[in-house]
């Protein structure tokens, strides 16, 4: 594969332009309007000087990354592309009509793949004439430092195109796990069940921003709390794969909180509209608190719910250990996979009080 589409140029799809560019491919970045072109120049040209001012990249190697991107609002650019990823926003109407466009000028041997967050690829697959050709290539937050990937395939999959997209993403210093076509796949199902479950013990008027961000940065030193991260990923995103995870499970507490909801529904969807649990007008320090208490009870009960739905995963039968502990830590960054904390604290001594 020499040449990649990237359909949606947001922080993800942006990410992704990097990671590709990055590898030395030649990448087009397709976007649907003028600004939002613009948005994802932006975004790839602050990664690349963050990266530059902290000595990782020289400013010729920057430069050479982003000559090797053409950006564009024409999906015919894409047309002699080897591989299109999609990181359009959530909506499967959306994602329907992009691939059933990139379908008809996209040269019949590229290969089509979504970077969905959790809903069904298999669907998405059906709107082209090339189903076995058309994967699922789920990237994390930040594209560039995660190096987790899930390789979704369908019924329809072609192996030797699941085998490529595997490869691809091994040459891209990632580690690819490869799964099967199912809401919220491995890690987002629980990334974003742990994450509803914070915003439910504010709703719930159980504990504060500031208490649950700080417990689980500094109890569970993961590298970010639950409110600050649902900002990142986009509170619209979020709402989006709950509901889907939701619609598989009819679980009531996979439904989108409340207090996810009522912020989408004014505007607030995190950082990439500057507000969300936080304000993002300046930089802002992670949040505190000094209640020793709250924050222990916070860190029990969020800690031992994520290690009851690591469980549940594994004993499904969906996932392997090695695969949910591989994505937690190399797809969140998390410090130790949920089996790795369960072997640490015992078995027997769970759930944790
Ligand atoms: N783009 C590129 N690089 C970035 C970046 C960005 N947006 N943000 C941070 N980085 C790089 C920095 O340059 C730095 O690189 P270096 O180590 O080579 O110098 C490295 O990441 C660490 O950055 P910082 O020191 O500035 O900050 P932190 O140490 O606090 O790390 C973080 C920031 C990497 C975002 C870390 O907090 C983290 O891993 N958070 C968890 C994120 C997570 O859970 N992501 C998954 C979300 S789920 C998802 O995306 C799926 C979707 O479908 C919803």
């Known amino acids: 594969m020499e040449k990649i589409g990237v359909v949606g140029l947001g922080i993800m799809g942006a990410g992704i332009v990097e990671v590709f560019a990055k590898s030395g491919y030649s990448v087009v970045g397709v976007a649907e309007s003028d600004a939002a072109v613009s948005l994802g120049q932006s975004n790839l040209a602050k990664s690349l000087s963050r990266a530059v001012s902290r000595g990782k990249l020289t400013d010729e190697e920057s430069s050479g990354i982003t000559s090797l991107v053409t950006w564009g609002t024409d999906f015919s650019l894409m047309s002699d592309c080897d591989l299109v990823v999609e990181a359009?926003?959530?909506i499967m109407s959306l994602k329907a009509k992009i691939f059933s466009e990139l379908d008809s000028c996209v040269k019949s041997s590229a290969i089509l793949a979504t970077n969905t967050s959790s809903l069904s690829v298999t669907s998405i697959a059906e709107v082209t004439s090339r189903r076995s050709h058309v994967i699922g290539l789920h990237f994390f937050n930040p594209a560039p430092v995660q190096k987790f990937v899930e390789v979704i395939s369908t019924e329809f999959s072609d192996s030797d195109v699941v085998k490529k997209v595997v490869d691809l993403a091994r040459g891209l210093g990632k580690e690819p796990a490869q799964i099967a076509d199912q809401p919220g796949f491995i890690v987002n199902k629980l990334l974003l069940r742990y994450l509803n479950h914070a915003v439910r013990l504010i709703?719930?008027?159980?504990?504060?921003?500031?208490?649950?961000?700080?417990?689980m940065r500094e109890i569970a030193h993961f590298p970010m709390?639950?409110?600050?991260?649902?900002?990142?990923i986009g509170l619209d995103t979020s709402v989006?794969?709950?509901?889907?995870?939701?619609?598989?499970?009819?679980?009531?507490?996979?439904?989108?909180?409340?207090?996810l909801t009522a912020r989408v529904n004014i505007g607030e969807l995190g950082r990439k509209s500057g507000e969300g649990f936080y304000t993002y007008a300046q930089p802002h320090e992670p949040a505190t608190s000094q209640d020793d208490e709250g924050k222990q009870r916070v860190y029990?009960?969020?800690?031992?719910?994520?290690?009851?739905?690591?469980?549940e995963m594994r004993d499904s039968g969906y996932a392997t250990?090695?695969?949910?502990n591989q994505g937690m830590k190399l797809g969140c960054g998390l410090p130790e996979g949920p089996f790795e904390t369960i072997a640490r604290v015992g078995s027997d001594q769970l759930p944790l009080n």
């Open 203 to 215: 709703d719930d008027g159980i504990s504060t921003r500031d208490i649950i961000d700080s417990a």
């Open 321 to 324: 250990e090695h695969d949910i």
């Open 88 to 90: 359009a926003p959530e």
């Open 300 to 311: 029990v009960e969020l800690i031992n719910a994520y290690l009851a739905s690591a469980c």
């Open 225 to 232: 709390g639950p409110l600050e991260l649902l900002d990142l």
């Open 240 to 259: 989006e794969v709950l509901n889907t995870i939701y619609d598989d499970t009819g679980i009531d507490t996979d439904g989108p909180a409340s207090g």
